[in-house]
């Protein structure tokens, strides 16, 4: 059973940077890519960013492009997303997912999904 548990989302001022963890077990992930999304109240979940857990490849939304970066530490199963220069619009529920076979920025490709972490960034 695959979990995905992220932590590392709270409140901070625009301008300010968070780290956001998923830690992922339950299954070998070499295959799979990583995906976070992030969903504000009254709006549809939307990609923000993913990477390939084998080859390390990474896409981004344009809109956090040049501000957050993905990484993984294969040892760890452990995914983070480092958000830096935070905009008020990046509020929202950060939630981590996982999908076999290659990035998509699709919600509905993601078949695991972990619980989400709120992020607020105050003006």
């Known amino acids: 059973q695959v979990q995905l548990v992220e932590s590392g989302g709270g409140l901070v001022q625009a301008g300010g940077s968070l780290r956001l963890s998923c830690v992922a077990s339950?299954?070998?992930?070499?295959?799979?890519?990583m995906g976070w999304f992030r969903q504000a109240p009254g709006k549809e979940r939307e990609f923000v960013a993913a990477?390939?857990?084998?080859?390390?490849?990474?896409r981004y939304a344009d809109s956090v492009k040049g501000r957050f970066t993905v990484s993984r530490d294969n040892a760890k199963t452990t995914v983070y997303l480092q958000m830096n220069s935070l905009k008020p619009e990046d509020m929202g529920i950060y939630y981590c997912?996982?999908?076999?076979?290659?990035?998509?920025?699709?919600?509905?490709?993601?078949?695991?999904w972990g619980q989400g972490t709120q992020v607020t960034v105050s003006s």
């Open positions: 997912a996982a999908r076999l076979w290659g990035m998509t920025t699709e919600a509905v490709d993601y078949k695991y």
């Open positions: 339950g299954r070998t992930f070499s295959s799979y890519a």
């Open positions: 990477i390939d857990w084998s080859t390390g490849t990474t």
